[in-house]
């Protein structure tokens, strides 16, 4: 099992920035890619960013530029650095952990509980 704890999210105004941290503790596999996804009200879960333990990123299109994903492997810890927020950014963030025991293949997700961020207009 993966133990998934997120922090950092709040109210924040538009055009301002936040930083989300997420540490994984419990059974942690060496190769694995951890990540964010979002859900805004009424919404479907979508994905944010991902990263790998070897560096690989993916994002999705609405958040290059304005977002940036980080990680400490030594501590099993992934990061969000928001600028620029809008109002249309305002969701539950979910922290993501994939295994990668399977590798290329990344497989088994465990999820946070997820942190809410407001932006205000």
């Known amino acids: 099992q993966v133990q998934l704890v997120e922090s950092g999210g709040g109210l924040v105004q538009a055009g301002g920035s936040l930083r989300l941290s997420c540490a994984a503790s419990g059974s942690i596999f060496r190769i694995n890619m951890m990540g964010w996804y979002r859900q805004a009200p009424g919404k479907q879960r979508e994905l944010v960013a991902t990263?790998?333990?070897?560096?690989?990123?993916n994002y999705a299109d609405s958040m290059k530029g304005r977002f940036t994903i980080s990680r400490d492997n030594g501590e099993n810890t992934v990061y969000l650095q928001m600028n620029s927020l809008k109002p249309e950014d305002t969701a539950v963030y979910y922290c993501n952990y994939r295994d990668g025991r399977n590798w290329p293949a990344y497989g088994k997700d465990y999820w946070g509980k997820g942190t809410l961020i407001t932006v205000s207009s």
């Open positions: 990263m790998t333990t070897g560096g690989d990123t």
